[in-house]
Nanobody, 126 residues
């Protein structure tokens, strides 16, 4: 499974960005997709996840109510709509895929993800 993330950039606080992640290869092996991020000097953090079949979603506490994850099964693409961006959202954003089929809460565990994209930089200026 190959993942290609795009859509990052520089935006002012309060602005919006939309990230995309195109999946290719043996995507039938995957159960869910997620966005995770890594800020400078910090570890990777779970942002949001979505299942391919039902579209069930799960969000990290820091982005609830501001970010929305969605998917287009026909295009094998997952999106992350980010609104009301804050400087603390500045990070490299990665998309990832997992074959884990357990609870939605389990999708927040970084070690469940089998495939990772290359990351896209999001910078929010104050």
């Amino acid at each position: 499974v190959q993942l290609q993330a795009s859509g990052g950039g520089l935006v002012q606080a309060g602005g919006s960005l939309r990230l995309s992640c195109a999946a290719s290869g043996s995507t039938f092996r995957t159960y869910a997709m997620a966005w995770l991020r890594q800020a400078p000097g910090k570890g990777r953090e779970f942002v949001a996840a979505i299942t391919w079949s039902s579209g069930s979603t799960y969000y990290g506490d820091s982005v609830k109510g501001r970010f929305t994850i969605s998917r287009d099964n026909a295009k094998n693409t997952v999106y992350l709509e980010m609104n009301s961006l804050k400087p603390e959202d500045t990070a490299v954003y990665y998309c990832a895929a997992t074959s884990y089929g357990g609870s939605l809460y389990g999708l927040s565990r970084l070690n469940e993800y089998d495939y990772w994209g290359q990351g896209t930089q999001v910078t929010v200026s104050s």
